[in-house]
């Protein structure tokens, strides 16, 4: 079994590029990227307890969404609580943290039984997001709530900036009218297709129900935001928004 106090040194200078903290307890961050399938099939309740990142998930989601409805709050004071919610979903969801982490290395220093593959690029969304919010989880109990906060908007200040863009509505419209008529979260599947390390493309499936529709884009997140706007013309009752 894994050494709980061990830490490559090369994972904290990656907390620290793309969460911009320094984190003091290693063991923390140690056990904040460990899935629980590293600790083996024998591992007991008590030792997946200590060493895998199950509780930090726990607690970096409700930390995730406090720190989330505090900035949008003050960064809209416009905005209805309606709007401040869908907001909230869409930068919390498992899809925009696993693409956030994509976005950095740390996925390269997640440790992982095997059974999910040597690849992390190739990991589930929910593998992803919850080592992100166990991540979050680490620096609150490390340093606090501001650190927290502030990791929060380094760590999303990619999809902070255009929040409330047509094409970034999309998704959310088809999340939206997945829970309500097939009561599930849509499914998508987004590969590397062509283009160079420079500009690369992607190309992007989602399904709901019998419901699925494709898009392009030179990013993960727009290839799926593409084709959440193709399935929106698909659904019947959802309305396409017009891109900007």
Known sequence: MPD???????????VELVFDHVMTNQRLLRQAL???????????????????????????????GAALASMLYERFPASDE???????GQL?????????MEAGPLLAYCLAGPQLG???ASWPDSVKANVAESILAAIWLDAGWAPLKHAVQRFLSPFLDEPGS????????????????V???????????????HEP???????????????????????????AQALLALLPGAESPTPP
């Open 82 to 88: 309606g709007h401040l919610s869908r907001l909230r």
């Open 4 to 14: 709980a106090n061990e830490v490559d040194p090369e994972a904290l200078v990656a």
């Open 201 to 227: 493309e992607f190309a992007a499936q989602v399904r709901v129900g019998p419901h699925h529709a494709s898009g392009t884009g030179r990013s993960r997140r727009r290839a799926e935001t593409a084709a």
């Open 92 to 100: 919390a969801s498992r899809a925009t943290l696993a693409r956030a």
């Open 183 to 197: 009561k599930r979260l849509p499914e998508y599947l987004c590969e590397r297709s062509g283009g160079t390390d």
């Open 34 to 64: 460990t899935h629980a399938s590293r600790c083996g099939a024998q591992a007991t309740p008590a030792y997946k307890l200590r060493a895998a990142n199950e509780r930090l998930e726990f607690l970096g989601d409700a930390l995730l």
């Open 118 to 120: 040597p690849d992390p």
């Open 166 to 181: 047509g094409r970034e509505d999309a998704r959310m419209r088809v999340q939206s009218w997945s829970l309500e008529h």
